[in-house]
Each structure stands twice: as C-alpha cells, then as structure tokens.
C-alpha cells in the first residue's frame, strides 16, 4: 500500500485537520441551537401543545446542513476562512430558533415546507459560491461587467410591471422580493467597474476639486435609472443599503475622500425630493419623530416592538414564554424586538456581537485581498450586510426611522436569507485567495512517502567565483 494515502499531511487528512477549528465551532452552535429547542419544546409542552417527531425536523436539518458544508469544504481542500463559516452558522441556526418560535414550520403546509427547504438550500448556495469561486476564480466573476449592471435594471423593472403593491411595496408570485439579489448583482458590476477605470476615476483636476466625468458617467448614470426605478417600487430601504455600499465602494476603489463628500450632498437633495414626493416616506419620518402621534396607526409597530423589549428587560422573559404576537410583523421586520422580549437585553447583545465579529472579518478580507476586484467585491458585500443590519435594529430600537429591511440570517424572508448566504459564499470564495492561507500539502508520487521536497525542488549551493579586489588608495594617491 502507498505511504500517501496514509499520510496524515497530504489529501483529505491534511485536509480534515487544517479545519479543526471550524469543525469545533460548528459543534458549539449545534449544541446550542438544541438547547434553545429544548427550552421552546418545553414552553409548548407546558402550554398544552403535543409534541411530535416531526416537531424535530428544523433541527435535524440545521445539523445535517452543517456537517454537509463541513464535510464538503474538508473534501475540496477550502482553505478559506473558517470563523466566518461557524458565525454564520450561530446567526442562521439562531434565525431558525426564532423563526420556529414564530410558528414558521407549524402552520399551512406549503409554507411549512417552504420554510424547511430554505434551512439547507441556503447553505447549499453558500457552500457553492465558496467552492465555484475559490482559488482566485472569483476573478472570472470581473468579466461580466455590464452583465451585472443588466440583470439589476431587468429584476428591478420587470418586478415594477408584474409585481403587486402592498403595504406601499411592490412584491412578486408569492409575496417574494426577488430584487434581493441585486445586492450581490450590484456590487459585481460595481467592483468591475472599479478595477477597470479605478485610475481614471482617481485623477481629479489638480486646481478644481472635480472629478473626471469622461470616466464618471456611466457609472452615475446606471445609478441614476437604478434609483429611478427603486424610487417607484418605493424600496427605500434598499436605496439607502446599495447607495452605502456604493460610496464606500468608489471611495475604496479611488482613495478620493471628495466621492464621499459628493455622495452625502446628493443623498441630502434626494432624501429631500423623495420625502416630498412619497408620503409612504414621510409618515415614516413622523412615526419616527412621534410614534405617540398615532398610536393606533403608524407608530403602533414601533410602540408595541418597544413595549416588547422594555417588557424584558436584563434577561428577558424566557424562549417560548413571552407574547411576540402582539408586534405586528414580528417574524420579518421586528424580530429583534421578540428576541428582546424573550431573552432580554444579553440576548440582543450577544447577537450584536456575532454580527461584529462578521462584519469585521469582512473588513478584514477587504484589506487582504490579492486582487483589486477581490478587495473591492469583499468592501461591497460587507458593506451591504453591515448596512442592512444597521437599519434593521435602528429601526426596531427607534434609533433611526424604520426602512422595512429584515435582519440577515435571523429575519424571515426566502429571497433575503439566500441573498445573505450567497454574499457569505462570495466572501469565503476570496478568502480562500486573500495572503495569510495555509498552502496546500504537495502531492508525493505514487509509492513514495511523502518525507521532504522532491530532489529538484531541494536548495542548491552555488560557488560564487571570486574576484580580485583593485587595492584600496593611500591618502597620498586620493589627495
């Protein structure tokens, strides 16, 4: 038998211990996802409610999607970034304990089933993303420049002609927002715009602080018809996310602090005419102000997601014990007001702290990346979810008007929740080609153990010739 395959530093050996890490961080949230459905179990229990083998799917599936994204990363030698892999396995499965509280998988069938699917297909696009695109193959994604800049317009414009209005948004088939890719979509076409013309872009007149137009254009007019067309589909809160994620993408891709500058002067004129023109907007804004304003109408989301956090105060009232029901919309915008209420102000601290964690190893791939789309890609996509979280639990905890964004991995959306997870995947994609990677074990031939570097690969001494020196001048000579 060959010494290779028993070889614990080549293959899938190699392999398996390089990502011990992960594999332990992943068995962390397994467990404590199943003790978070113990403790809701046990509420139901006690309410009256039986309970059934089925009541256990959410769970064998979280766990089984797990090991799968494990086992698959180990088997294709990923080297990527494993804290980010268990971080988002933590606010998934945490997203999937509140939605279950929320009776997500205990209601209509079809929405029952839809909600189980959803557990491992998100982790089957993120695994995907990871493994399509590792290796610097990311890369490719640079090509499909006006691609993405289409697809974005079309998703957005089609949705605008099918799509229903409700609540003031405008929806597609089933209540889906299939517009949530154009988080992803936008910040391709952007990142390769970026790599492109990043140079052009940077050289501003030395006199006039004016940027070079000739470059600039194309770029501020798909931007234009791209808000145009949000504006009417009345999506402000994506607006506000891709606009974000917009400026700091330029800014990082120039090094031009005066983007910045431009870009808030253009925000303030367009906040101005948008809540001039969209009364949907406005009554946010006073909501917002005071929500006592109208108790019962506008301001009875913010009232009740508030009267629900101040309810649970430290250490909240207990999972599955405490009255999410009354917050309308609970599931979706004002989830973080439920888990507030249920497991107080810890709670809500330790699920910022995830989300930092994150977020910082985003910042962090954006800073090491080894190509200029990478760096740029990886400052959009953290920026997006950095964005959306924000609004999100400002939102909730009235610290900035509500926008309608749901929270990433926690919230329930199908199209938002895949979206998140094929960022993720993008993100991991790049660090598996960011400086700082474990290398890759070489391969031994077959029937040789794979002891040290092959004899061609091995350093060589090289005699130097030596050199008669010219004898170094007197004083005398140099004077």
């Not at 870009?263 to 946010?284: D, I, P």
């Not at 910082?360 to 990346?369: H, M, P, T």
């Amino acid at each position: 038998m060959s010494s290779t395959s028993a070889s614990p530093d080549t293959g899938f050996g190699a392999a398996w211990h390089q990502r011990r890490g992960e594999r332990e961080l992943l068995l962390s949230c397994l467990g404590a996802m199943s003790l978070g459905f113990v403790l809701i179990l046990g509420a139901d229990s006690g309410d009256g409610r039986r309970l059934a083998a089925p009541d256990l799917l959410p769970l064998l599936l979280y766990g089984l999607s797990l090991a799968g994204v494990h086992l698959a990363l180990v088997a294709a030698g990923f080297r990527g970034d494993q804290v980010m892999t268990a971080t988002v396995a933590f606010l998934s499965g945490f997203g999937l304990l509140a939605q279950y509280r929320m009776g997500a998988f205990h209601g209509d069938p079809e929405a029952r089933t839809l909600a189980l699917a959803l557990i491992p297909a998100g982790y089957l696009v993120m695994t995907a993303c990871a493994l399509i695109f590792a290796d610097g193959r990311y890369r490719l994604l640079a090509r499909g420049l006006w691609l993405w800049a289409g697809v974005s317009l079309l998703l957005v414009g089609v949705l605008l002609v099918t799509g229903a209005r409700f609540r003031g948004a405008v929806y597609g088939l089933g209540f889906t927002t299939p517009t949530e890719i154009i988080k992803v979509t936008v910040v391709l076409g952007l990142a390769a715009y970026l790599e492109r013309h990043g140079a052009a872009l940077a050289r501003w007149q030395a006199r006039l602080p004016v940027p070079p137009w000739q470059a600039l254009w194309p770029l501020l007019a798909f931007w234009a018809v791209l808000t145009g067309l949000l504006a009417l589909q009345r999506d402000l809160g994506m607006i506000v996310i891709l606009g974000i994620a917009f400026t700091l993408v330029v800014v990082s891709g120039t090094g031009r602090i005066g983007y910045l500058v431009y870009a808030l002067l253009c925000a303030a004129g367009l906040g101005s005419v948008l809540l001039f023109f969209f009364e949907h907007g406005q009554r946010r804004i006073d909501a917002w102000l005071d929500p006592f304003q109208d108790p019962t109408g506008e301001g009875w989301q913010i009232l009740q997601g508030l009267s629900g956090m101040y309810s649970g105060g430290l250490w909240g009232e207990g999972f599955g014990i405490g009255s999410p029901h009354y917050t309308p919309i609970a599931a979706s915008d004002f989830i973080y007001a439920v888990i507030g209420e249920e497991l107080g102000f810890l709670g809500c601290v330790v699920l910022v702290l995830f989300f930092l964690v994150l977020l910082s190893r985003g910042v962090r791939l954006a800073a090491q990346g080894r190509s200029a789309f990478g760096r740029l890609l990886a400052t959009g996509l953290t920026a997006v979810l950095a964005v959306q979280t924000l609004l999100n639990i400002g939102g909730v905890t009235k610290s900035i008007p509500l926008t309608g964004t749901t929270l990433p991995f926690i919230s329930h959306g199908g199209a938002s929740l895949v979206t998140a997870f094929a960022a993720i995947g993008l993100l991991l994609a790049i660090s598996d080609g960011a400086p700082g990677r474990p290398a890759k074990a070489p391969r031994a031939p077959r029937g040789r153990a794979a002891v040290g570097p092959p004899p061609d690969l091995k350093p060589r001494k090289v005699r130097r010739k030596a050199v008669p020196r010219e004898p170094a001048a007197s004083s005398e000579e140099r004077d």
